[in-house]
């Protein structure tokens, strides 16, 4: 009877933060301001479920009995601690860590990188078609860009093919 009470005030919590979770503008710019990234010990496939209900993804490379790391909204916070499921926090404010890569990210790309320092960091991909065009730019005999088909989502797919100096197209690789 007890468990089932406490079920039912999870299940109700999860589908009351539900619905205002889904109705967040889609063009937010801060979509993930106060939320936590949280490890937690799951004792049982109880925890697995609640947590599942609750976290918009996990940050662990699986999810059973044992430590998980999960994304958490602040609306669910409330749950788990009705659910009883303790929790150490990784990141406080997810937006935040967002906003300093981003920022860091921009500073390093403002910067002019030659020679393997380009392969260092991330990069998104109009940076990497940039890079591509400035390679082709460096050398145009040794290097050809090709449009080889689509993607599901009808967006170009890219490739290149780089020769070595003196080398032919002609070979087979």
Do not use: C
Not at 5 to 22: D, F, H, I, K, R
Not at 56 to 78: C, K, M, N, T
Not at 164 to 173: E, I, Q
């Amino acid at each position: 009877m007890k468990l089932m009470t406490l079920s039912s005030v999870v299940l109700s919590t999860v589908l009351a933060t539900a619905g205002p979770a889904s109705a967040q503008p889609k063009g937010d710019s801060r979509p993930y301001e106060g939320h936590k990234v949280v490890r937690v010990n799951i004792r049982d496939q109880r925890d697995l479920r609640t947590m599942l209900a609750l976290s918009p993804d996990i940050w662990s490379e699986s999810a059973g009995i044992g430590p998980v790391d999960f994304r958490i909204p602040p609306e669910a916070l409330d749950a788990m601690k009705v659910a009883g499921i303790e929790y150490v926090t990784l990141i406080e404010n997810v937006q935040a860590a967002v906003d300093v890569e981003r920022d860091r990210l921009s500073k390093h790309h403002a910067q002019p990188q030659r020679g393997q320092a380009w392969f260092t960091d991330f990069k998104n991909l109009p940076q990497i078609e940039e890079h591509m065009g400035t390679l082709q730019a460096m050398a145009p005999g040794r290097v050809q860009l090709l449009d080889i088909g689509r993607t599901i989502e009808n967006r170009p797919t890219r490739a290149m093919t780089v020769v070595g100096a003196g080398g032919t197209r002609t070979r087979p690789a």
